[in-house]
């Protein structure tokens, strides 16, 4: 049984999603919407729903300057690794990261977007590819399977994120962990623990504004 539209439209996560369409692409993805199959906790797991037109959607995409995922070239065939369907991103960080199939489709935000548009027109992949596969790929997995078992423990383990070099923190030489405090409607309060490779330990706390 389908989310009904009245629900999934005051959902906090699809509206993250449906206000960035909006907001950057005058496009409003419930068009787009024939039955909402399933909601995620959070913008990284995003909205998941049968698609009134897939080929039209992916048009959508196209037009809206959405890169896509071709499965021909090494590098984003293994980006793609993880996508049911046919991926489209967006550049910049952080992106939507859509995954759309005739049968069903998942659009969500990936906090560390990795797709950059050279001068040339050209896409390329920066370094945040590293901390993205560290963090929305793999920690989150451990996420999602502690849920499945355990909610409470799943909810205060998701609270924690890793941290590498990446490029909100200059790409400084240095790993450890993030501890979101409290996350509202395009924001979060967050402390960040790190240490470098001098061996140098440091700990802030900051308010990160969340271009949702």
């Known amino acids: 049984m389908g989310i009904s539209r009245h629900e999934y439209l005051f959902n906090e996560v699809y509206r993250a999603i449906a206000n960035r369409f909006r907001k950057r692409y005058e496009v409003n993805i419930s068009d787009h919407i024939d039955s909402m199959l399933k909601i995620g906790k ?22 809206s300057g959405f890169t896509h995922d071709k499965r021909s070239d090494f590098c984003q065939a293994l980006a793609a690794a993880a996508t049911t369907g046919e991926g489209y991103r967006e550049a910049g960080v952080p992106s939507l990261h ?3 199939s ?6 969500h935000l990936d906090s560390y977007g990795f797709v ?22 793999g920690w ?5 399977w502690l849920e499945k078992r355990s909610p409470t423990l799943g909810r205060y383990v998701g609270a924690v994120r890793p941290i590498l070099p990446n490029s909100r923190n200059q790409y400084r030489p240095a790993v450890g962990a ?7 409607q395009g924001w979060s309060l ?20 969340l271009d949702w």
């Open 42 to 63: 959070r913008a990284g797991q995003g909205i998941t729903f049968w698609p009134v037109d897939s080929l039209k959607l992916k048009g959508t995409l196209n037009q």
């Open 98 to 100: 859509c995954q759309i």
């Open 102 to 107: 005739h049968v069903s489709c998942n659009i």
């Open 116 to 137: 950059a548009i050279g001068p040339d027109g050209q896409k390329y992949y920066n370094p945040d590819l590293v901390q993205h596969i560290a963090d929305e790929l």
């Open 140 to 144: 989150a997995t451990v996420v999602e």
């Open 178 to 184: 993030k501890f979101v405090l409290r996350k509202g």
């Open 190 to 209: 967050a402390i960040d623990v790190t240490t470098s490779s001098s061996g140098e330990k440091q700990a802030m706390a900051n308010v990160q504004v």
